[in-house]
């Protein structure tokens, strides 16, 4: 999710980043994947582009940096994933998807199911507790057979997503890193952690709905959805170039019901205005299609 200056001349450009998730162990991830932050360059050599493309990934401003690449904006990936993706892409059907909503390959499984939610963001607990408690709220009002519960900060109960505040740096073209998500579900376990600028959202920060609905999209993620706009980042980022997610579907399920030509205002998609965006009826029709109401 990026702030776009189509929406308002004068905000940042922010990229929310995750990593990839997309074939993974089946094991439980409950360790915090250690991603660098820093000490990043676009100089790629066409051997590395090339790998890059062949895992159905765009070439577009791609981030070279210490134990991998940021691909797409929000997508971390070491060179053990490439490998992997590129063995992943080679098995699939040469589908061109359009701009609708996707989920991943791997969703959250073990349905009825409550996920519990952890929060440790140091100064900005109190913020980001706040805002996480909002955007909870937001998909249990839903009432999917997947809910969620925001444990206190001094629970001894194992936490299924971990929220945590650092310092994200910057993007290539100067923007400020809102925050990533640690990437799709894994052996029908929800990806963790999420990590979200403490720099930004210091304790301070006064606009929680906003958090939320950043917060929200990484939970999104985190349980198998992919941007609204996958297939054409220049429907909310307003490209020069056409970016998308991948050449192939690239573990992009097309979701039935949802629209064919974009999604105004979803809080899935890659770039936003940096508003408050609630679920809007498709949105909704997504996650229903994912997690069926009880």
């Given at each position: 999710m990026k702030t776009n200056n189509l929406f308002n001349p004068k905000t940042i450009s922010i990229a929310l980043l995750m990593t990839v998730a997309v074939v993974m162990s089946c094991k439980k991830n409950t360790n915090n994947a250690s991603i660098p932050e820093q000490n990043t360059t676009s100089e790629l050599t066409k051997e590395e582009k090339t790998a890059i493309a062949q895992a159905g990934f765009s070439t577009h401003n791609v981030l070279k940096t210490e134990g991998g690449?940021?691909?797409?904006?929000?997508?971390?990936?070491?060179?053990?994933?490439?490998?992997?993706?590129q063995e992943f892409v080679a098995g699939l059907s040469d589908k061109s998807p359009k701009t609708e909503q996707y989920r991943s390959t791997n969703i959250v499984?073990?349905?009825?199911?409550?996920?519990?939610?952890?929060?440790d963001a140091g100064t900005s607990q109190t913020v980001f507790n706040t805002a996480t408690t909002e955007a909870v709220k937001r998909y249990n009002n839903l009432g999917l057979k997947l809910t969620f519960k925001l444990l206190s900060s001094t629970s001894t109960d194992q936490a299924d997503i971990v929220i945590n505040g650092a310092?994200?740096?910057?993007?290539?073209?100067?923007?400020?890193?809102?925050?990533?998500?640690?990437?799709?579900p894994s052996g029908g376990n929800p990806a963790t952690p999420i990590k979200l600028s403490s720099v930004v959202?210091?304790?301070?920060?006064t606009k929680t709905n906003v958090l939320a609905s950043v917060i929200a999209h990484e939970i999104g993620h985190a349980i198998g959805l992919?941007?609204?706009?996958?297939?054409?980042?220049?429907?909310?980022?307003?490209?020069?170039?056409n970016p998308?997610?991948?050449?192939?579907?690239?573990?992009?399920?097309?979701?039935?019901?949802?629209?064919k030509g974009g999604e105004p205002g979803s809080y899935m998609l890659a770039c936003s205005d940096g508003t408050d965006r609630k679920f809007t009826a498709n949105d909704?029709?997504?996650?229903k299609a994912l997690y069926p109401v009880k």
């Open positions: 690449y940021l691909v797409e904006g929000d997508i971390f990936l070491t060179p053990q994933q490439l490998q992997v993706q499984t073990g349905l009825s199911r409550e996920l519990k939610i952890k929060v310092d994200l740096g910057k993007t290539a073209d100067g923007g400020t890193i809102l925050g990533r998500s640690a990437g799709f959202y210091n304790k301070d920060y992919r941007h609204t706009d996958y297939a054409d980042r220049n429907y909310s980022c307003g490209y020069d170039s998308n997610e991948g050449q192939s579907t690239v573990g992009a399920v097309y979701i039935p019901g949802t629209p909704i029709v997504a996650l």
